[in-house]
């Protein structure tokens, strides 16, 4: 069973509520194209209880657009590539088995233009 979440959730301050800030990971190499400049150079945020989670589906190449602990509202959440979506739900299942993680994928749609 996972431990209680201390995470502070984006934009309050430490003082406010006490807890753990956000680690900031430094860029998978497979997702550089993906994310903002800013983030290729300073890194992305992540919760710090699920930072070990997300560094694992990036170190297996798994393409992920915004996650979030749940700050012990609701379940630990992360949004990946639809090509993805099944590999992260099975390599969490597997390696994060005291927590029911939800899977939800970015669902990519070309639409012609009209002129």
Known sequence: ????CICIP?????????GQLPEVLPCPWHMLELVSKHKRKHGIWVDHCIAQQIRMLWSEQVTTYACC??????????VVEEVDS???KRLLMERDPGR????????HELRERKA
């Open 86 to 88: 099944v590999l992260a």
């Open 10 to 18: 984006g934009g309050l301050a430490l003082d406010d509520v006490g």
């Open 69 to 78: 602990c749940g700050h012990n509202n609701r379940p630990p959440s992360v």
């Open 100 to 107: 029911e993680w939800q899977v939800m994928y970015w669902h």
């Open 1 to 4: 069973m996972s431990s209680k």
